[in-house]
């Protein structure tokens, strides 16, 4: 059974930085691409970062882009989500979500987490 | 990148069939056959409902179908049915190396 399960959410304020790690398991992790998605209370679901198989092909959103790093471990089925200068408009649950491909490009997210809750207020 | 644009309610007695359209540009769905769309029901995770612009994963209801025309994609439940109630996404990979996904669409069965 594949499972996705996020973790590092929290309260944090603006401007600090905050972590989020996904553990994977029930599937061949270094096969798949894996990505973030985010969404903010009561709102859609905003694409956040993408990552490759082998972590050759990283992808962001404009809105996260210089200070957000995606990356992932394959040797510990886990990705990570750093997340740096946090912003108020970052608040949201932050899902893991693993792809169909290998490529970053994707062709659809097949497996979700729960998510973890980040909350950025002073 | 904007969003994809839905729209943000759609409603349908049980039995009918109801579209749900995802309108985007010539650098998203225009170009790329990276559509997929996704069901989200209160309080709960996405769920994968069709990728590749039309083809359903495995145990996904054949109620469900979808595809593509110029920049505007459609997603289609034929049958429609209470436990359809729910948010709908649809996304697209970009010409920018990003994912945009649409602005959500509410269903109501009534």
């Known amino acids: 059974e594949v499972q996705l399960v996020e973790s590092g959410g929290g309260l944090v304020q603006p401007g600090r930085s905050l972590r989020l790690s996904c553990a994977a398991s029930?599937?061949?992790?270094?096969?798949?691409?894996m990505h973030w998605v985010r969404q903010a209370p009561g709102k859609g679901l905003e694409w956040v970062s993408g990552?490759?198989?082998?972590?050759?092909?990283?992808l962001y959103a404009d809105s996260v882009k210089g200070r957000f790093t995606i990356s992932r471990d394959n040797a510990k089925n886990s990705l990570y989500l750093q997340m740096d200068s946090l912003r108020a408009d970052d608040t949201a649950l932050y899902y893991c979500?693993?792809?169909?491909?290998?490529?970053?490009?994707?062709?659809?997210?097949?497996?979700w987490g729960l998510g973890t809750l980040v909350t950025v207020s002073s | 990148q904007s969003a994809l644009t839905q729209p943000a309610s759609v409603s349908g007695s049980p039995g009918q069939s109801i579209t749900i359209s995802c309108t985007g540009t010539?650098?998203?769905?225009?170009?790329?056959?990276?559509v997929s769309w996704y069901q989200q029901h209160p309080g709960k995770a996405p769920k994968l409902m069709i990728y590749?612009?039309?083809n359903r994963p495995s145990g996904v209801s054949y109620r469900f179908s979808a595809s593509k025309s110029g920049n505007t994609a459609s997603l289609t439940i034929s049958g429609l049915q209470a436990e359809d109630e729910a948010d709908y996404y649809c996304?697209?990979?970009?010409?920018?190396?990003?994912?945009?996904f649409g602005t959500g669409t509410k269903v109501t069965v009534l």
């Open positions: 979500a693993k792809d169909i491909n290998y490529a970053s490009s994707s062709r659809g997210l097949d497996y």
């Open positions: 029930g599937f061949t992790f270094d096969d798949y691409a």
């Open positions: 996304t697209s990979y970009t010409s920018r190396r990003t994912l945009v």
């Open positions: 990552i490759s198989w082998n972590s050759g092909s990283l």
């Open positions: 590749d612009v039309s």
């Open positions: 010539s650098s998203d769905i225009g170009t790329y056959n990276y």
